[in-house]
C-alpha cells in the first residue's frame, strides 16, 4: 500500500484508496477538466471535494501541495520511478496523465507540441477571460456602473471563440479526427461560459456554428458527462 504521509495534505482528505490517484477538486472548469480525463483514460482515482466556498483550498494542508491555492491538484502514488508526485495547475496535470498513459496526445512529436500550444491556448487565454466575463457578467463585477471591464473582456472572449471557431473549421476536434487533452481543456470554459455564466447572448456564441457542434459532441462523450459531476459536492 502507498504511503502517502509525505504529504499533509492528506491528513485533511484521508485516503481510502491510497494506491489510487488521489484528485483534489471541485467541479469548476478547471476541476472537471481533470475528472474528464481520469474517466477518459480510465485510471482509478479518488476524488476528494476541496469546498471553495469554504476557502478550503487556502488551508495549510491543501497548501501545502499547491502555493497557488487553486483547484485541482493530485498526488499519483504510482509516479515517476515509482514514487509518488503531487502536481497543481490542471495544464501540467492533463500533460502528466496524457505521457503516463500515452492517450489523448499524439506520439509525433510536432503534433504533440501543436496538442500542448492548444492546452496553453486555454491556459493562458480563454479561461482567464471567460473568468472575467462570469465576474462582471454574472458576479459581483455585474454591480459596476462602469461597464467597459465588461465590455473590454466581452469583445476579447468574442475573439477567442472566434480563434477556436477558425481551428475548427473542418475538424471534429482541435486536433482533427482525434480527441485529446486540448479539447478536454476546453470543453469545460466553453460551457461554463454560455450556462452557468449565461454569457450566450452576450458574446454571440450562437455565430460560431464551428464551436458550437465540437461542444456538442464533446459534451456527449460518457467520460465527459461523468466527469462533469466529480468530485460530487458534499
Do not use: C
Not at 483550498?57 to 508526485?85: H, Q, V, Y
Not at 503531487?86 to 507540441?113: C, M, N, Q, V
Not at 454569457?199 to 462533469?228: I, Y
Amino acid at each position: 500500500m502507498a504511503d502517502l504521509s509525505a504529504f499533509p495534505i492528506a491528513t485533511r482528505w484521508p485516503a481510502r484508496y491510497p494506491d489510487q490517484i488521489q484528485l483534489y477538486s471541485a467541479t469548476t472548469p478547471n476541476g472537471v477538466k481533470i475528472s474528464i480525463a481520469l474517466e477518459e483514460l480510465g485510471l482509478p482515482y479518488e476524488p476528494h471535494l476541496v469546498n471553495i466556498s469554504k476557502n478550503e483550498s487556502w488551508t495549510p494542508e491543501f497548501l501545502s501541495l499547491n502555493p497557488n491555492g487553486k483547484i485541482p491538484a493530485i498526488i499519483d502514488p504510482n509516479g515517476p520511478d515509482g514514487k509518488p508526485i503531487g502536481l497543481f495547475e490542471s495544464g501540467a496535470i492533463l500533460l502528466y496523465l496524457a505521457e503516463k498513459t500515452g492517450l489523448l496526445i499524439p506520439a509525433d512529436a510536432a503534433l504533440r507540441y501543436e496538442t500542448i500550444q492548444w492546452v496553453f491556448f486555454q491556459m493562458s487565454s480563454v479561461g482567464p477571460m471567460f473568468g472575467q466575463v462570469g465576474f462582471f457578467h454574472k458576479f459581483a463585477g455585474r454591480e459596476i456602473a462602469d461597464k467597459r471591464p465588461l465590455e473590454r473582456y466581452r469583445d476579447e472572449s468574442r475573439r477567442l471563440i472566434g480563434v477556436l471557431d477558425g481551428r475548427l473549421k473542418g475538424r471534429k476536434w482541435i486536433m482533427g479526427n482525434d480527441y485529446t487533452i486540448a479539447d478536454i481543456s476546453l470543453l469545460g470554459w466553453v460551457r461554463n461560459l454560455i450556462g452557468f455564466y449565461e454569457a450566450r447572448e452576450l458574446v454571440g456564441f450562437d455565430d460560431f456554428a464551428n464551436v458550437g457542434a465540437w461542444l456538442e459532441r464533446g459534451l456527449a462523450r460518457p467520460a465527459v458527462q461523468k466527469g462533469l459531476t466529480i468530485p460530487a459536492k458534499g
